[in-house]
Every structure is written in structure tokens, then in C-alpha cells.
């Protein structure tokens, strides 16, 4: 335990009993490493046992002394750690394995309070030498705290060894086709997820359009796929109130024309339809913030209070181009800073976030008025930024303006243009968008 005030606090016999019960059973480890990553232990030669430990029980090795012992000495700290006789004094300092799970849990708490003291440090200097904006400086310090509550790591230098040991389940899983042979979550666009292997924490997608062409209603029609496989979403919506958001997101459900009902009222089907999607939506884990002239950091802030009580799974912001960031210099580099920030929020939190933001009007001098990279607003910085791009095109909307002349095949079709993807490849993906409902989905599925 500590042994004065203002030593870190630590328990070397819990931390060795902890190990000591892995050499006396093997099975032991498989008890604690849902509580347990190296970096939990003070004591540096222990952090090397419990590594090695964990690398043999990913590799169905039987762990015991001997392997153990080679294991470590593959890593060259064998005679750091005081050889063979270190591990034989672990074992005969644990007569049990049975309380193993106690052990580790008091190794865990005990090394939350250590990282909870590195971080009050560091939330001391952010105030002493605070950021421009006071939003920015909570953001940060409530950020370290929620890592750190979630378990993930604050920041530094991380050997790789360490790196493969946190994400050992998850490569496990998705090698052996848990994950749908997704790294992400599913976007329930099939052909989307075919091209960028789902939605990924920590990346960026950014979806650009000219107006018209559902940028907005692709958003929505995310956060309900989102929804509807139990994932909790927080949805940004910069443009339009909350009250307009429900409303399309049930019209779309109920496949009702939105436009329509407005000019007459229901009949009875219709109206069936519409209180069964009312109920359907009530329910979805989806949270509205229709804050106008909102700030990256002010979502940021707000998006962590609301993963303090309840975990977040996927952000969607609507849309960078009228976010509140302002700074002097340019609107390039307002742009920027933007998506930098979401971006940003995203690696931070361990989450996919997707935005929208309008190209310019490059795309309409052309005969095709399909839309390439270089039609993002100030596209250098934001194609730079993004992980994936996704430009969407809707031949009807031009056609319904006569702008274009018909051609077959175009009513009830959204081209989805993957113009950029960072570890994958770009295609294009037509869905079926039925434009008076707001109805989206794969065109197996319409």
C-alpha cells in the first residue's frame, strides 16, 4: 500500500498475488483480463510477468514457469526480472487462485487512482494556462476524465506489444467473423459497408452534396439504421429544429409523403401508419441538439456530459458549413478547424462521426452535374481531413427542375460516390431514395 503521503498508491502483494495465481493456474488469467491491462501495475517487473502472461493465454499456450521464464526472455527482460527465482517466489508467496478476481480488482483501483492523479496534474495546468476558449479548456479536462472512466488510454508512447494485448479481442472477433467481416459497426447500407468496411470508431466520414440533393435525409436515414441496431446515437442537427427532425424521420419510417399530408388530411391507413411510426421513433436511443450557430466544442462538451450517464456510439453533425467556429483569418481555415474538431471528438471518444457539408457550384456547369473532390468547399483541406468522402448525386432533382432531360432509371435513385476512402478503396453506390417520403435504403431492400 502507499507507505507516506504522496506516494503513488500501490499494493505489491495484490499485484504479485495476482500473478501468482496465473503460475498456479492457467485459467486464472482468462478471470482478470476483462479488468487488467499491463499498465495496471506499479511495479515495472510485474507489468513484464502479466505481458507475457497475456501474450501466451492469446496464443493458447499453457502458462507456467517454463513458459513464462521464455517467454519473457524473448523479450530480453528475463534477467531484469531476477530470472527463474522471481517467478518461483510468486508462486510460493500464493497458497490460492481462488481469490484471484479480488486481487486484480484492488490492482485495477489502485491504478485508477494513480492515473486519476496524473490527470488532476494536467487539469491544474490546463487552468493555469487555459486555451482561448473556456469551452475548449472543460472539453479537455472532462474528456480526460471519461477516458480514463472508460478505461482508454489518456495519450504517450505506447509499445506495440501493449497495443496488440488492449485490442486482442477485437482483432479475435473480427478474425474469426464475429464482426460480420466488419471492422465497424453496420451502416445498414450493405454495399456502403462492402466499400468502408462499416462504421469505425475514431474515423471521420464527411458527406458533400449540392443542395437537394439529401444530404440531410441520408444523416437520418443513418441514424435510424444506428438505431435499429441498438446503438446509441447523438445527432447535431445545425439547420433544422428538433420538431422537423422527428418529423422526418417518422414520415420516412411510415413511407408516408410528407408534402402531401400537409396540403390533406390521412385517411385511416395512412394515419395507422403514422402513429406506428410515432411509437417506433419514440423509442429509438437517439439524441437532438438543435442548438443554432453551434460550436464544435460546445457539441464536444455537451456530448460528454451525455456519455457520463449514458454511452454514446455514433455522432452525426448537420452540417460544417454553418457550425458557430469562428476564426479571423479565413473561411478556409474556419472550415478546417471544423472538421479538424470533429474529427478530433471522434478519435477521442472512440467513435465513428459523420458530417455533411455542401460542394460548390462547380458541379452544376457541367452537363452530367456529377460531382468530383475537387467540388468540396475549399477541398484541400477537408478531402485531407476526412477518412471517407461520400458525394451524393440525384439525377430526378435536376430533372424534376429541367435542368437535365428524363432519362429511365432516375426516379427513386441516389448515387452515392465514395470519392475517397483512407483504407479502402472508392466506388460508387446507388441506393433507393424515395424523395416525397424521405424512405432510404439499399436497392435490395426497397
Not at 460516390?417 to 446507388?430: L, R
Request: glycine share 6%; aromatic share 8%.
Amino acid at each position: 500500500m502507499t507507505e507516506e503521503h504522496g506516494t503513488p498508491p500501490y499494493d505489491l502483494d495484490a499485484e504479485e498475488s495476482v500473478l501468482g495465481s496465473i503460475l498456479i493456474d492457467d485459467q486464472a488469467i482468462a478471470k482478470v483480463r476483462d479488468i487488467l491491462k499491463p499498465g495496471d501495475f506499479f511495479r515495472d517487473k510485474n507489468e513484464w510477468v502479466f505481458a507475457a502472461a497475456c501474450r501466451l493465454h492469446d496464443r493458447d499456450v499453457a502458462i507456467n514457469q517454463v513458459t513464462l521464464a521464455s517467454e519473457i526472455e524473448h523479450d530480453r527482460k528475463l534477467e531484469a526480472l531476477g530470472g527463474a527465482p522471481y517467478l518461483h517466489n510468486l508462486i510460493d508467496n500464493t497458497p490460492t487462485s481462488v481469490h484471484v478476481r479480488h486481487y486484480a480488482e484492488i490492482v485495477k483501483r489502485l491504478s485508477t487512482m494513480r492515473n486519476l492523479i496524473g490527470i488532476a496534474g494536467k487539469i491544474s495546468a490546463i487552468g493555469y494556462d487555459a486555451p482561448p476558449e473556456e469551452e475548449e479548456a472543460i472539453a479537455k479536462s472532462v474528456d480526460m476524465l471519461l477516458r480514463l472512466r472508460d478505461g482508454r488510454e489518456i495519450g504517450g508512447l505506447r509499445q506495440i506489444g501493449d497495443i496488440g494485448l488492449t485490442h486482442a479481442d477485437a482483432f479475435r472477433e473480427w478474425a474469426d467473423g464475429k464482426s460480420n467481416g466488419l471492422r465497424g459497426v453496420s451502416t445498414g447500407f450493405a454495399d456502403i459497408d462492402t466499400i468502408i468496411d462499416g462504421a469505425e470508431p475514431g474515423k471521420f466520414y464527411l458527406m458533400a452534396g449540392r443542395p437537394g440533393m439529401g444530404k440531410t435525409q441520408v444523416l437520418l436515414a443513418l441514424a435510424r439504421n444506428f438505431c435499429k441496431q441498438g446503438l446509441n446515437v447523438a445527432f447535431y442537427s445545425l439547420e433544422q429544429k428538433e420538431k422537423a427532425i422527428m418529423e422526418r424521420l417518422m414520415m420516412a419510417e411510415a413511407r408516408i409523403d410528407r408534402f402531401a399530408v400537409r396540403k390533406n388530411a390521412m385517411n385511416a391507413e395512412t394515419e395507422e401508419r403514422y402513429w406506428a411510426a410515432y411509437s417506433e421513433v419514440m423509442n429509438w436511443p437517439l439524441w437532438i441538439d438543435d442548438t443554432d450557430d453551434i460550436t464544435t466544442n460546445m457539441a464536444r462538451a455537451r456530448l460528454m456530459a451525455l456519455q457520463a450517464n449514458q454511452k454514446v456510439d455514433v455522432m452525426l453533425f448537420d452540417y460544417i458549413d454553418i457550425a458557430g467556429d469562428h476564426v479571423r483569418e479565413s473561411e478556409e481555415l474556419r472550415i478546417s478547424l471544423i472538421a479538424r474538431r470533429l474529427r478530433g471528438i471522434g478519435k477521442s471518444m472512440n467513435i465513428p462521426v459523420f458530417a455533411t457539408c455542401q460542394l460548390n457550384r462547380e458541379v452544376e456547369k457541367r452537363p452530367d452535374k456529377k460531382p468530383i473532390l475537387s467540388d468540396l468547399r475549399y477541398s484541400g483541406s477537408l478531402e485531407f481531413i476526412a477518412d471517407v468522402v461520400m458525394l451524393l448525386y440525384s439525377r430526378e432533382y435536376y430533372e424534376e427542375r429541367g435542368m437535365m432531360d428524363k432519362s429511365a432509371g432516375s426516379a427513386n435513385h441516389l448515387e452515392v460516390m465514395i470519392a475517397k476512402n483512407k483504407d479502402g478503396p472508392v466506388s460508387a453506390v446507388d441506393l433507393y431514395y424515395e424523395r416525397k417520403t424521405g424512405f432510404i435504403a439499399s436497392k435490395a431492400k426497397k
